[in-house]
């Protein structure tokens, strides 16, 4: 939509988006945090990217292209996280066994 002219709309369900990783990482993250919860966005690299880019949409003067390249990043990202997390996790398990 934002790419289509309908800058308005495109933008609300960016934010939604934006919004919804960041709200679904917060929850692993503290649902499961004593278990591979602890291993997700542990930097908060991800969520500090949307709280960026919802600065960014929040100011009445931005561009447009840089929200939505950053958006995508941000998508990019989380859909490695599971992998990342995984393979954080199964590191800390062999060191755990090595002790």
Not at 42 to 54: C, D, H, K, M, T
Not at 79 to 99: C, G, N, S, T, V
Request: charge should be negative; charged fraction near 25%; avoid cysteine.
């Amino acid at each position: 939509m934002a790419r289509q002219n309908d800058q308005k709309r495109g933008l609300q369900h960016i934010e939604a988006g934006m919004k919804g990783i960041r709200d679904f990482l917060n929850y692993i993250t503290s649902t499961f945090s004593s278990e591979f919860g602890q291993f997700w966005d542990p930097a908060q690299s991800i969520r500090n990217a949307i709280a960026n880019n919802l600065q960014i949409i929040a100011r009445e003067s931005f561009e447009l292209p840089t929200v939505i390249a950053n958006g995508e990043s941000i998508v990019m990202n989380m859909e490695q996280e599971p992998d990342r997390a995984r393979e954080q996790e199964e590191q800390q398990m062999q060191m755990d066994r090595a002790r």
